[in-house]
């Protein structure tokens, strides 16, 4: 069907308008939180302060989890093992997810959701972040926090030996995020920013500290539309994701002050953001890149300019939370894909999707439905409208899983979340519980898991063979810089920690630290630096990795080479 053809069938169907039509992404106006000038005079570099942060594996309290740690592949996670958490039942511990049988349920019949299950499992593919240990402070200088293990979560536990602890959700990709009104699978992320928390809300922040003539001022701070500030100050001091549990914002201010940024890891002289200031000798930024000349940079000097300390912390170590959460949004604003083939496609290039995608595309409008909720140039409902205004199903109620198990934004609703690169952010769903999109699409033809409770989606019959098209349609929707890396899509070296050593199967073996006795041993592997021009091969797809495809070389982030998180290893291995 020609372009112009399901445009107007669309419009027949009487459910696109000017919000919720499929169109390119391309100028599609990125809203600046209303306001920023007052805070920001160097919106460049605020962006590259945003990528140095993001990715600084010396930000987590152990010196070695970034927020890139469970965002490094096309924005999402795809590593294999200790990936799993489960509250309300026991499983593996550490298990390789080669081993886990996806779907997670799985029916007799995966056209009937009536039909008897062969296998149901409440466990989630999430991602690992930090060990359960109580924070004991900074040591100037150093990345790694004192800090001490504490055994209290059975779920993370095993022979007396803990594991990283996993998140309860599977982890959404980063690209295209600040077009959400709201951040996280159930929104929780506000959309205005108060400088402090995720929540928004004035009574929770404290307000910054602005320097006038010489004397310091709390003022409240109010920035909209903000979401990926408010998500980006979430993680940083959750002791699950990536701090030990009592750490604070001053005292994270302080240690990042006094470490060179990524100083462990390489950049890519060919970076797009940090190329210029990328050491060629060594890991990390030149000299002068420092976090306290980055933040002057950025920001206007009325926030750090005054010598005065308050409470025993520097105005810079107050005002790091509100300096972290715009560095975030304005490095993860700048990540956006729009260039796939549907875009090319809308802007008129019909040769841009085959014949077999043209029909996925047709039935994705038609006979599926889908563009009740993934829709608009965004595909997905949780997106702003120009207005700022929300639109209809943001938040939806599919039958993932049962009420029970996550209620998400309540009553079991969760973001229909954008269905871009959606080829590379597998396994899907908030439960991670689907592997492919073939199963995904079965998902959707039996409208849904979980029945008799109600849901929002209505069952449809589809052939095998035009599956497979809606499958062609949504790899449609990769941008290749996605796929390849390229800018700004390139970022810094990462070392990743992949799961823990047994000695056999099901016996952890332990680590060889003297502070941390009762931490399992531990693998890393490395992904490295990449430039702004990209990798010469694709990335691998969470469908590869399970089918062991690309171990050879054929793929990007195979998690074949290993490294050491203290940086010496890292340190050794060259630049690709
Ligand atoms: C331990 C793994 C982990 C780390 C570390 C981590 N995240 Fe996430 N991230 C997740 C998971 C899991 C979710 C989904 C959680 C939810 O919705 O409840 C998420 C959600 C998000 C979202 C929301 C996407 C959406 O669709 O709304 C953004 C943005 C994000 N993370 C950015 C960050 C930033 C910035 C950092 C560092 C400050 C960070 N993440 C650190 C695992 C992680
Ligand atoms: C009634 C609203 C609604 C409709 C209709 C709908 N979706 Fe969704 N979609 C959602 C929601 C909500 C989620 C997240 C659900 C969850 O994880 O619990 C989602 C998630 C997904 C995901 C997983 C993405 C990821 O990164 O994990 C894919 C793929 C997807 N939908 C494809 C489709 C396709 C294809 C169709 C049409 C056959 C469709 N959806 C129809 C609301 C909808």
Same mark, same amino acid.
């Given at each position: 069907?020609?372009?112009?053809?399901?445009?107007?069938?669309?419009?027949? !169907?009487?459910?696109?308008?000017?919000?919720?039509?499929?169109?390119?992404?391309?100028?599609?106006?990125?809203?600046?939180?209303?306001?920023?000038?007052?805070?920001?005079?160097?919106?460049?570099?605020?962006?590259?302060?945003?990528?140095? +942060?993001?990715?600084?594996?010396?930000?987590?309290?152990?010196?070695? =989890?970034?927020?890139?740690?469970?965002?490094? /592949?096309?924005?999402?996670?795809?590593?294999?093992?200790?990936?799993?958490?489960?509250?309300?039942?026991?499983?593996?511990?550490?298990?390789?997810? @080669?081993?886990?049988?996806?779907?997670?349920?799985?029916?007799?019949?995966?056209?009937?959701?009536?039909?008897?299950?062969?296998?149901?499992?409440?466990?989630?593919?999430?991602?690992?972040?930090?060990?359960?240990?109580?924070?004991?402070?900074?040591?100037?200088?150093?990345?790694?926090?004192?800090? /001490?293990?504490?055994?209290?979560?059975?779920?993370?536990?095993?022979?007396?030996?803990?594991?990283?602890?996993?998140?309860?959700?599977?982890?959404? @990709?980063?690209?295209?995020?600040?077009?959400?009104?709201?951040?996280?699978?159930?929104?929780?992320?506000?959309?205005?920013?108060?400088?402090?928390?995720?929540?928004?809300? &004035?009574?929770?922040?404290?307000?910054?500290?602005?320097?006038?003539?010489?004397?310091?001022?709390?003022?409240?701070?109010?920035?909209?539309?903000?979401? +990926?500030?408010?998500?980006?100050?979430?993680?940083?001091?959750?002791?699950?994701?990536?701090?030990?549990?009592?750490?604070?914002?001053?005292?994270?201010?302080?240690?990042?002050?006094?470490?060179?940024?990524?100083?462990?890891?390489?950049?890519?002289?060919?970076?797009?953001?940090?190329?210029?200031?990328?050491?060629?000798?060594?890991?990390?930024?030149?000299?002068?890149?420092?976090? !306290? @000349? +980055?933040?002057?940079?950025?920001?206007?000097?009325?926030?750090?300019?005054?010598?005065?300390?308050?409470?025993?912390?520097?105005?810079?170590? /107050?005002?790091?939370?509100?300096?972290?959460? +715009?560095?975030? /949004?304005?490095?993860?604003?700048?990540?956006?894909?729009?260039?796939?083939?549907?875009?090319?496609?809308?802007?008129?290039?019909?040769?841009? !999707?085959?014949?077999?995608?043209?029909?996925?595309?047709?039935?994705?409008?038609?006979?599926?439905?889908?563009?009740?909720?993934?829709?608009?140039?965004?595909?997905?409902?949780?997106?702003?409208?120009?207005?700022?205004?929300?639109?209809?199903?943001?938040?939806?109620?599919?039958?993932?899983?049962?009420?029970?198990?996550?209620?998400?934004?309540?009553?079991? =609703?969760?973001?229909?979340?954008?269905?871009?690169?959606?080829?590379? =952010?597998?396994?899907?769903?908030?439960?991670?519980?689907?592997?492919?999109?073939?199963?995904?699409?079965?998902?959707?033809?039996?409208?849904?898991?979980?029945?008799?409770?109600?849901?929002?989606?209505?069952?449809?019959?589809?052939?095998?063979?035009?599956?497979?098209?809606?499958?062609?349609?949504?790899?449609?929707?990769?941008?290749?810089?996605?796929?390849?890396?390229?800018?700004?899509?390139?970022?810094?070296?990462?070392?990743?920690?992949?799961?823990?050593?047994?000695?056999?199967?099901?016996?952890?073996?332990?680590?060889?630290?003297?502070?941390?006795?009762?931490?399992? &041993?531990?693998?890393?592997?490395?992904?490295?630096?990449?430039?702004?021009?990209?990798?010469?091969?694709?990335?691998?797809?969470?469908?590869?990795?399970?089918?062991?495809?690309?171990?050879?070389?054929?793929?990007?982030?195979? !998690?074949?080479?290993?490294?050491?998180?203290?940086?010496?290893?890292?340190?050794?291995?060259?630049?690709?």
């Amino acid at each position: 069907m020609t372009k112009t053809g399901w445009l107007i069938l669309a419009g027949a !169907l009487g459910v696109a308008t000017a919000q919720t039509q499929l169109r390119t992404l391309k100028g599609v106006v990125i809203q600046e939180p209303a306001g920023l000038g007052e805070y920001v005079q160097d919106r460049k570099a605020l962006v590259a302060l945003g990528k140095i +942060l993001f990715w600084d594996m010396q930000t987590g309290s152990d010196g070695m =989890t970034a927020c890139a740690t469970c965002h490094f /592949h096309a924005g999402a996670d795809h590593r294999p093992q200790n990936q799993i958490s489960d509250t309300s039942a026991t499983f593996r511990v550490n298990l390789d997810l @080669s081993g886990v049988a996806f779907p997670l349920r799985a029916l007799s019949d995966s056209g009937n959701k009536n039909s008897a299950a062969l296998r149901d499992s409440s466990m989630r593919i999430g991602s690992m972040g930090t060990f359960r240990r109580i924070f004991d402070g900074i040591v100037p200088g150093q990345a790694a926090e004192l800090g /001490h293990d504490e055994l209290d979560k059975p779920e993370f536990v095993h022979g007396g030996l803990q594991v990283r602890r996993v998140t309860s959700r599977n982890t959404p @990709s980063i690209f295209n995020t600040v077009f959400y009104g709201r951040g996280f699978w159930d929104g929780r992320a506000a959309r205005n920013f108060n400088g402090f928390t995720v929540s928004g809300l &004035a009574a929770e922040a404290p307000g910054v500290l602005v320097s006038v003539d010489g004397v310091l001022e709390r003022r409240p701070v109010n920035l909209d539309p903000a979401n +990926l500030a408010s998500q980006g100050v979430g993680p940083i001091l959750d002791h699950l994701e990536m701090s030990y549990a009592g750490r604070t914002w001053p005292l994270l201010a302080r240690k990042m002050l006094n470490l060179a940024p990524l100083g462990l890891q390489r950049v890519s002289p060919t970076d797009s953001v940090l190329g210029d200031m990328a050491r060629a000798d060594g890991p990390g930024l030149v000299d002068e890149a420092t976090y !306290l @000349s +980055l933040i002057q940079k950025a920001f206007h000097s009325k926030f750090w300019e005054s010598p005065e300390t308050v409470e025993e912390f520097t105005q810079v170590e /107050h005002n790091f939370p509100l300096f972290w959460g +715009l560095a975030m /949004h304005a490095y993860q604003a700048t990540l956006n894909s729009d260039d796939s083939p549907f875009d090319r496609f809308n802007e008129g290039d019909n040769g841009a !999707l085959t014949a077999q995608q043209q029909e996925g595309l047709r039935l994705f409008q038609t006979t599926g439905d889908c563009i009740e909720c993934h829709n608009g140039p965004e595909f997905s409902a949780a997106a702003m409208n120009p207005n700022r205004g929300t639109r209809a199903h943001a938040f939806d109620r599919t039958g993932v899983r049962p009420a029970a198990e996550d209620i998400g934004a309540g009553n079991a =609703t969760f973001k229909s979340i954008s269905l871009r690169n959606v080829e590379f =952010t597998g396994p899907y769903f908030h439960n991670g519980g689907q592997a492919t999109l073939e199963q995904v699409l079965d998902f959707y033809r039996r409208a849904g898991d979980f029945s008799p409770v109600a849901n929002d989606l209505r069952p449809f019959s589809i052939s095998n063979a035009q599956r497979d098209s809606m499958v062609a349609f949504l790899k449609a929707l990769s941008d290749d810089r996605v796929r390849y890396e390229r800018a700004p899509f390139d970022h810094p070296e990462l070392c990743v920690p992949v799961g823990h050593l047994e000695n056999e199967p099901d016996v952890l073996a332990p680590g060889d630290s003297v502070e941390f006795p009762t931490s399992a &041993a531990e693998k890393y592997r490395l992904i490295p630096a990449v430039g702004s021009s990209g990798n010469m091969v694709p990335l691998r797809t969470f469908e590869e990795m399970l089918a062991g495809i690309g171990a050879n070389g054929e793929r990007a982030h195979s !998690l074949a080479e290993h490294c050491s998180p203290g940086g010496s290893a890292a340190r050794q291995v060259g630049l690709r």
